[in-house]
């Protein structure tokens, strides 16, 4: 079996249509994190799958947020919540992430970290690595650090999982 591709600071570009979910599936990170899709705009929880921090100076969609009882919770995603149904995302879409790291217990971000590679210093806080090579775009894990100036460097401050389902 070949070793799965990995890449810095990418955002993910849907492989093939299909509802969209993420899940939080490890969490070793210094602060209180909370995961956001950035773009596209317009989309929703459709599932919604924990409660989530109370965050601000964050932009985008929250989607997850980090406390040890909500690992393993996942998310499903509504491309268009204005039509009826959960609809999925087109082949070809790109999804753009963003993490929110909470050093103490105000709501405010200390600091904001995108999937696009465009965070302070230039640093890449996210690798992703397409975790189904034999269907590319359908599956991928998002590795982020989360403290500045890439911290320990060792990529498990947040660990999400998306993939796409196909539409049934």
Known sequence: MAAAAQARAVDVTVGAAGRGTAELTFSDGSFRDTLAVASPANIAIALPGCQIEATSGFGGLRALSENTPQRGYRVELDSD?????????????????????????????EYVWVSSGLNFGFMDHVLVTDI?????????????????????RDFNSKEISTWQKRHS
């Open 81 to 109: 919540p204005a039509t009826p149904g959960i609809l999925g995302f087109a082949a070809g879409t790109t999804i753009s992430f963003a993490l929110c790291a909470q050093t103490n217990s105000d709501p405010a971000c």
């Open 132 to 152: 189904n090579p034999g269907q590319p775009g359908r599956a991928f894990r998002l590795a982020w650090e989360d403290e500045t100036g890439l911290g320990d």
